[in-house]
């Protein structure tokens, strides 16, 4: 039900924009997360869009180079990624729930929707 795509190899500094198209229905009531996993790691929060798309939230290490935005008519969620780094690289996935409050939009066991990721390689 979720599709991520927009993935691909990046040199540091350089830019992607990842999206997620969701086939949900009543999609604007849904919070919108992504998270990444990096080889060996495990899966965490990268940002996060509430269903009116004005309420965003970032992990720190991307705040100020990551932007989460949403097109409801277009059930879609968008990352933008710039000025990246090597330490970017990893599999991104969007996530999906409709009940989150904001305490628990950071922890991955409380989506209910997975998309199938999407891998991004960020080479120094």
């Known amino acids: 039900q979720l599709q991520a795509s927009g993935g691909g190899l990046v040199q540091a500094g350089g830019s992607l924009r990842l999206s997620c198209t969701a086939s949900?229905?009543?999609?604007?009531?849904?919070?919108m997360g992504w998270f990444r996993q990096a080889p060996g790691k495990e899966r965490e929060f990268v940002a996060a869009?509430?269903?009116?798309?004005?309420?965003?939230f970032y992990t720190d290490s991307v705040k100020g180079r990551f932007t989460v935005s949403r097109d409801n008519a277009k059930n879609t969620v968008y990352l933008q990624m710039n000025n990246l780094k090597p330490e970017d690289t990893a599999v991104y996935y969007c996530?999906?729930?409709?009940?989150?409050?904001?305490?628990?939009?950071?922890?991955?066991?409380?989506?209910?929707?997975w998309g199938q990721g999407t891998l991004v390689t960020v080479s120094s």
């Open positions: 869009s509430k269903g009116n798309g004005d309420t965003t």
């Open positions: 996530a999906a729930d409709q009940r989150l409050i904001s305490s628990s939009i950071r922890y991955a066991y409380q989506y209910d929707y």
């Open positions: 949900l229905h009543a999609f604007r009531t849904y919070t």
